[in-house]
């Protein structure tokens, strides 16, 4: 297989790659970086020997991300507040016609979702991530990870069971969830502390905010309508300079992006249950807002 041949097999499967990288680590820098080896990988291979490219090169790829997670972990230990999934652009647009599939991979993808995968062994993720967001056959997990199918198949009921027990359970139509985002923004602007509560914020609503100590955000999870609406209350009368807003597809749903002089300074997404917001996300820390595209 000729250099041009080889660098075309990769770009065809890149997606994928970069789908399961992410899904392992949560962050996109980490995710592009283990893309980038895998690709080293690749073009040192006798690629003429490989008989089947994407599934050699999702091996490698999970590979490597089970190790930076291992590694991640560790550094995780040490993180300031709160820990939330890097946003992560999800218009899948026509690369993913089918719906059932397009669900399926945003699902997958969800801050809820990563929220609770962090807590998984770097394995077990491993196996949630290839059986159920690409429906990978036990026996190809297994040789991607090493292990017998037997105790594959025990990793994946594992990791299951611990899904299910700790993801919500919702569904919302995007145009709803837009909606109230765009209402909740409205309220928390003017300081509508009696709209947010009674209008929006669900009684046992919940807010998450991840600054990693760098900038301003709860360092400690908000729980409770009245301290989530007198927090954003509070947010809003200090102002932000020179504001506007953008609103994006990330994670699989809507999200808004706050910008400062240009800048993205905040991506805020909710969970919504029942029309109510169940729990709102805060993203601030600036080293994972570089990878936004603001243009």
């Known amino acids: 297989m000729t250099t041009d041949a080889a660098t075309e097999v990769f770009e065809e499967h890149r997606p994928v790659l970069m789908g399961v990288a992410y899904r392992m680590l949560g962050r996109v820098s980490d995710a592009e970086d283990v893309v980038q080896e895998a690709w080293l990988r690749w073009s040192r291979a006798d690629r003429d020997a490989v008989r089947a490219p994407r599934g050699y090169l999702v091996r490698i790829t ?4 089970v190790d930076r ?31 059932a599939e397009r669900a399926v991979l945003t699902d997958s993808v969800s801050l809820a979702v990563l929220v609770v995968l962090e807590s998984l062994s770097p394995l077990e993720r491993a196996v949630f991530v290839l059986r159920e967001a690409f429906g990978y056959p036990f026996a190809d997990i297994a040789a991607t990870l090493d292990r017998s199918e037997a105790a594959v198949r025990q990793l994946a009921i594992r990791a299951r069971r611990h899904v299910d027990e700790r993801r919500p359970r919702y569904e919302v139509d995007p145009a709803e969830r837009r909606d109230l985002t765009e209402r909740f923004l409205a309220a928390s602007v003017e300081g509508d502390l009696d709209g947010l509560l009674r209008l929006l914020l669900a009684p046992d609503v919940r807010l998450v905010g991840d600054s990693g100590g760098r900038t301003k955000a709860p360092l400690r999870v908000l729980e409770s309508a009245d301290k989530v609406a007198r927090f954003m209350a509070g947010v809003a009368a200090k102002g932000i300079e020179d504001v506007s807003f953008r609103f994006l597809e990330l994670n699989g749903g809507t ?36 990878s936004l595209s603001v243009g």
Do not use: H
């Open 62 to 65: 999970t590979r490597l991300a």
């Open 69 to 99: 997670l291992r590694q991640a972990q560790a550094r995780k230990e040490s993180y300031v507040g709160p820990w939330l999934p890097e946003p992560y652009a999800t218009d899948f647009g026509d690369a993913v016609p089918d719906t």
């Open 255 to 290: 999200a808004l992006l706050v910008l400062s002089g240009g800048k993205p300074d905040t991506v805020l997404q909710v969970d919504v249950v029942d029309g109510l917001i169940q729990c709102i996300y805060i993203m601030r820390n600036p080293d994972k807002l570089g």
